[in-house]
T-cell receptor, first 114, second 113 residues
Framework: DVKVTQSSRYLVKRTGEKVFLECVQDMDHENMFWYRQDPGLGLRLIYFSYDVKMKEKGDIPEGYSVSREKKERFSLILESASTNQTSMYLC?????????????FGPGTRLTVL | SQKIEQNSEALNIQEGKTATLTCNYTNYSPAYLQWYRQDPGRGPVFLLLIRENEKEKRKERLKVTFDTTLKQSLFHITASQPADSATYLCALGGYSSASKIIFGSGTRLSIRP
């Protein structure tokens, strides 16, 4: 079974802090994604990566950056956390043939910014 | 702009009945459509994929239909059980390998005993 793990289930940070969210997948998938999920808005794509050291902006990249130094690990960075970044953050991975392949999600990190 | 609509109101169904969820889309010609299940506090889990040239797909108690003329997919759970209670998301994928999946906001389904 594909396993996608995220470093924290719950995280509380203060405004202005730098926040790191880590995601690791164990199935040698090429593609990795970061989403945020808010009530009524569904899943919104922040960034994705189709290869090591490659990254592409999604629909809402402002205020975020990412890093993919190793194939299995994709990190999301909030440079200076703000209260409007309080959300559920979901990491996903998919095999390399297409970005539209079935995605495998991690359990999510619920981030609260005070 | 591309838009996916799922019923934002929760659907409450008596155990044993068939639950039917709807996914409508506009300004998009998807190559396929996926359905995911999401439990509270968890990430979505893939259930079924149906391609644009397929009318219907089944998996155990699940059935998905895809009508590209109506721009609509229906997701059915037959003989529903309380364990089927969850939020169900539909997602669209394009023809290009570089296009990204677009997710709907989901419909919450509750099956009462």
């Amino acid at each position: 079974d594909v396993k996608v793990t995220q470093s924290s289930r719950y995280l509380v940070k203060r405004t202005g802090e730098k926040v790191f969210l880590e995601c690791v997948q164990d199935m040698d998938h090429e593609n990795m994604f970061w989403y945020r999920q808010d009530p009524g808005l569904g899943l919104r794509l922040i960034y994705f990566s189709y290869d090591v050291k490659m990254k592409e902006k999604g629909d809402i990249p402002e205020g975020y950056s990412v890093s993919r130094e190793k194939k299995e690990r994709f990190s999301l960075i909030l440079e200076s956390a703000s209260t409007n970044q309080t959300s559920m953050y979901l990491c996903a991975s998919s095999p390399g043939e297409s970005l539209t392949d079935t995605q495998y999600f991690g359990p999510g990190t619920r981030l609260t910014v005070l | 702009s591309q838009k996916i609509e799922q019923n934002s109101e929760a659907l409450n169904i008596q155990e044993g009945k068939t639950a039917t969820l709807t996914c409508n889309y506009t300004n998009y010609s998807p190559a396929y459509l996926q359905w995911y299940r999401q439990d509270p506090g968890r990430g979505p889990v893939f259930l079924l994929l149906i391609r644009e040239n397929e009318k219907e797909k089944r998996k155990e108690r699940l059935k998905v239909t895809f009508d590209t003329t109506l721009k609509q997919s229906l997701f059915h759970i037959t003989a529903s059980q309380p364990a089927d209670s969850a939020t169900y998301l539909c997602a669209l994928g394009g023809y290009s390998s570089a296009s990204k999946i677009i997710f709907g906001s989901g419909t919450r389904l509750s099956i009462r005993p």
